[in-house]
């Protein structure tokens, strides 16, 4: 059983930073691709970043780009957003997610390129 567990999230001011980190059991991160989505109050969730299996296969959201960097370490099975210069409309539930398939373009930031999906875990920036 596939089961993604995010933690990390909490609240910053903005100009600050977050990582947030997934853990991922009965899942092989290496294998395909997994991303970051997140959902602001009263809004549908969005895709944030994603990385795939293979080398700089790396995406971003332009809102986030410069500014976001996704990570994994397969060794410890894990994913990871480093969040820096946080703004308030960026508050929301973060969530990890992850593929059976492999996807590419544009296809990373839709959720149903994604099989499993962790929790979530809020994330308040404050003015």
């Known amino acids: 059983q596939v089961q993604l567990v995010e933690s990390g999230g909490g609240s910053v001011q903005a100009g600050g930073s977050l990582r947030l980190s997934c853990a991922a059991s009965?899942?092989?991160?290496?294998?395909?691709?997994m991303g970051w989505f997140r959902q602001a109050p009263g809004k549908g969730r969005e895709g944030v970043a994603a990385?795939?299996?293979?080398?700089?296969?790396?995406v971003y959201t332009d809102s986030v780009k410069g500014r976001f960097t996704i990570s994994q370490d397969n060794a410890k099975n894990s994913l990871y957003l480093k969040m820096d210069s946080l703004k308030p409309e960026e508050t929301a539930i973060y969530y990890c997610?992850?593929?059976?398939?492999?996807?590419?373009?544009?296809?990373?930031?839709?959720?149903?390129?994604?099989?499993?999906w962790g929790q979530g875990t809020q994330v308040t920036v404050s003015s």
């Open positions: 990385i795939c299996a293979g080398p700089g296969s790396t």
């Open positions: 009965g899942y092989t991160t290496s294998r395909y691709c």
């Open positions: 997610a992850a593929s059976r398939a492999l996807y590419y373009g544009d296809y990373l930031f839709q959720e149903f390129a994604y099989a499993y």
